[in-house]
Nanobody
Framework: QVQLVESGGGLVQAGGSMRLSCAASELTFSAYSMAWFRQAPGKEREFVAAISWTGDSTYYAESVKGRFTISRDNAKNTVYLQMNSLKPEDTTVYYC?????????????????WGQGTQVAVSS
């Protein structure tokens, strides 16, 4: 069965950096668009960034544009989220997701597969 496994979360001070990874298995990784979402307790899942199956197109939420970078390595079946200039409001659980749709979308319903999430905490 398809598995997406996130790693790299933890605690960092405001202004610091962190890189999240998401390793996919049992999936033709290069045929899927990938994305990162985040969700705080009691809130809706929020789009963060997406990347096309080739890696040549990306799409970011306004709240992270210029601070976060999404990338992928199809040879390693892995997608990354480099997070710089982190703020306390970035604190939450981050999820990676895979979509068969080629067009990048910020809508969770477009993504068929999800990881279990990794916690990111940014202290002030």
């Amino acid at each position: 069965q398809v598995q997406l496994v996130e790693s790299g979360g933890g605690l960092v001070q405001a202004g610091g950096s962190m890189r999240l990874s998401c390793a996919a298995s049992e999936l033709t990784f290069s045929a899927y668009s990938m994305a990162w979402f985040r969700q705080a307790p009691g809130k809706e899942r929020e789009f963060v960034a997406a990347i096309s199956w080739t890696g040549d197109s990306t799409y970011y939420a306004e709240s992270v544009k210029g601070r976060f970078t999404i990338s992928r390595d199809n040879a390693k079946n892995t997608v990354y989220l480099q997070m710089n200039s982190l703020k306390p409001e970035d604190t939450t659980v981050y999820y990676c997701a895979a979509s068969v749709y080629r067009a990048l979308a910020p809508t969770p319903a477009r993504y068929a597969y999800w990881g279990q999430g990794t916690q990111v905490a940014v202290s002030s």
